[in-house]
Nanobody, 123 residues
Framework: VQLQASGGGLVQTGDSLRLSCAAS????????MGWFRQAPGKEREFVAA????????WYADSVKGRFTISRDNAKNMIYLQMNSLKPEDTAVYYC?????????????????WGQGTLVTVSS
């Protein structure tokens, strides 16, 4: 499985941005996908995740109500709609896929990772 994240950029506080992640290869076995982020000087942290089936999504408290994860299974895509962006959202955002029937906030759970896309929010 290969993951390609895109959509990052430089925005101002309060702006919106949508990240995309394209999955390719043997995607049939993917159970769930998620987004993580790593700010400068900090460890990578969970942002959001969803299963391939159903509508349930999980979010970090810091992004609840502002970010929305969605997917298009036909296109093997997931998205992260980010609204009301804040300077503290500045980070490299990574998409990840998990094959086991587990959705977790722990990055060690995920089997495949994209290369990351940089989001910079200016104040």
């Amino acid at each position: 499985v290969q993951l390609q994240a895109s959509g990052g950029g430089l925005v101002q506080t309060g702006d919106s941005l949508r990240l995309s992640c394209a999955a390719s290869g043997d995607t049939v076995g993917i159970y769930g996908m998620g987004w993580f982020r790593q700010a400068p000087g900090k460890e990578r942290e969970f942002v959001a995740a969803t299963r391939r089936a159903g509508t349930t999504a999980w979010y970090a408290d810091s992004v609840k109500g502002r970010f929305t994860i969605s997917r298009d299974n036909a296109k093997n895509m997931i998205y992260l709609q980010m609204n009301s962006l804040k300077p503290e959202d500045t980070a490299v955002y990574y998409c990840a896929a998990v094959m086991a029937r587990i959705i977790s906030t722990m990055e060690s759970t995920y089997d495949y990772w994209g290369q990351g896309t940089l989001v910079t929010v200016s104040s």
